[in-house]
Each structure stands twice: as structure tokens, then as C-alpha cells.
């Protein structure tokens, strides 16, 4: 087996420990209603709590600077 197998394998597998998410790491999701997708712009003003948006409703966040 090469390493293009690999790459190329329809095979089902579990994710190796390496790419598990590490404890203490969160996950924030887009606040926009209805979306729910994984999100990864966080905007808020100094010592304000962060709103968090996915790369399709960043924009929203421009209103939390």
C-alpha cells in the first residue's frame, strides 16, 4: 500500500488521537439564526464577550466593533 492509496481509500475510518480535538479547545458556532455552522470570526469590543460567525455571515459581525 503507497501512501496514494491512502489518500485515494474510500474505506470508513476513525480519526487518528492526533486529529481529535484537544480538551480545553472550543468549538463556537455561527450566531446567526437558523445557521448553526462551525464558526471561526469572532468579533467584540475590549472586555466585551466575543459574538461568534461563520465565513458566510462574518459581516453580521462588523455590528459587535
Given amino acids: 500500500m503507497t501512501a496514494l492509496d491512502l489518500i485515494v481509500s474510500d474505506e470508513i475510518s476513525v480519526p487518528r488521537p492526533e486529529h481529535a480535538t484537544a480538551p480545553d479547545i472550543q468549538h ?26 461563520c465565513f458566510e455571515h462574518r459581516g453580521d459581525g462588523e455590528t459587535y466593533l
Fill in 28 to 53: 463556537h458556532w455561527c450566531e446567526r439564526p437558523g445557521c448553526g455552522k462551525d464558526a471561526g470570526w469572532g468579533f467584540a469590543k475590549p472586555k466585551q464577550a466575543p459574538h461568534w460567525f
